[in-house]
């Protein structure tokens, strides 16, 4: 069974860098086939998919937020993680860690509980 678990701070001040982690256990994040997505999800809205980092290590970007995001990863922690730069009230939002075997979200089948995250002064 691979469990997920999204860590970091809840509260970001504007135009400071939000940064999570996720740990994974029950399964290598370098197993082969599978991408470990960030997902979040504005109050009120839909799932947005952020990026993800794949097994090879290559990562993806949403078009949408590449310019200010990066994703990385520990294979020594099992551990990969999520960085977005200059944040506003906007990116509040609970976000999510998920494996998937790709980057659409009906192709993930392990998600972690999600982490609130507001971005306010």
């Known amino acids: 069974q691979v469990q997920l678990q999204e860590s970091g701070p809840g509260l970001v001040k504007p135009s400071q860098t939000l940064s999570l982690t996720c740990t994974v256990s029950?399964?290598?994040?370098?197993?082969?086939?599978?991408?470990w997505n960030w997902i979040r999800q504005p109050p009120g809205k839909g799932l947005e998919w952020m990026g993800a980092?794949?097994?090879?290590?290559?990562?993806y970007y949403s078009p949408f937020l590449k310019s200010h995001t990066s994703i990385s990863r520990d294979t020594s922690k099992n551990q990969f993680s999520l960085e977005l730069t200059s944040v506003t009230p906007e990116d509040t939002a609970v976000y999510y860690c998920?494996?998937?075997?790709?980057?659409?979200?009906?192709?993930?089948?392990?998600w972690g509980q999600g982490t609130q995250v507001t971005v306010s002064s």
């Open positions: 029950g399964g290598s994040i370098t197993a082969s086939s599978y991408f």
């Open positions: 980092i794949a097994s090879d290590g290559i990562t």
């Open positions: 998920a494996r998937g075997i790709g980057t659409a979200t009906d192709e993930y089948d392990y």
